[in-house]
């Protein structure tokens, strides 16, 4: 696992310096949460879940705790169909777990201030090269899959689970009754996908 960890942090690194130019213009400040209460979920990877879940355990236990009702409060919230903040977003509006965030939330920013009138404005560059980088994330992420974050930190809560993926085995027939109720993708078949052209609306 250590070596897809530094696999992963290379691919983030690669986005980050591709995508540099495009960014500059960016109107993304520190503690503007708008993407992180307003643009709808949070995907990641069950690699990216991973590094998320080590981190969690290395946290005080008092913030584990709080941590996990969120995360808890958080599935229930989509489950149900209602609009969810991250469950990682402080009352100070700072990401709890920004170095370590995943690709969903490092791909987003905007050329305008964002409201839910005007939702967050990205070029079709960022984009192009963000479809690439989630098919790369899929390919690193071989034996895994994608979803909510939440969801995806369920799972991985599952020691049957956890057991199989750090194994490196494929067995989606454990999840499969969960992934289609909830909307988790198999990484081997999504990342094969033709992806979808940007919006109309994308610079």
């Excluded at 690709?103 to 005007?118: D, G, N, P, T, V």
Aim: charged letters at 25%.
């Amino acid at each position: 696992m250590k070596q897809k960890f530094k696999a992963l942090q290379g691919i983030y690194e690669a986005f980050a310096r591709e995508t540099a130019p495009f960014r500059r213009e960016a109107a993304c400040t520190k503690g503007c949460a708008f993407c992180c209460t307003d643009a709808g979920r949070i995907d990641c990877t069950t690699l990216e879940g991973l590094a998320i879940r080590d981190h969690i355990q290395r946290m005080p236990r008092a913030r584990q705790t709080s941590v996990k009702k969120a995360l808890k409060q958080d599935m229930k919230r989509r489950e149900a169909g209602r609009p969810s903040p991250c469950p990682f977003l402080m009352k100070t509006r700072a990401c709890m777990i920004y170095d370590i965030r995943p690709f969903a939330c490092r791909r987003i920013y905007s050329l305008h201030r964002c409201s839910k009138e005007q939702p967050p404005l990205i070029s079709r560059q960022v984009m192009a090269l963000a479809a690439g980088t989630i098919k790369a994330l899929q390919h690193l992420d071989d034996n895994g899959y994608s979803g909510h974050l939440s969801y995806i930190l369920h799972m991985l809560d599952a020691p049957r689970f956890l057991a199989t993926y750090r194994a490196g085995k494929f067995k989606p027939e454990e999840v499969m009754a969960f992934g289609k109720s909830h909307g988790i993708v198999i990484n081997r078949m999504m990342r094969d996908a033709v992806p979808s052209p940007p919006p109309d609306n994308a610079p």
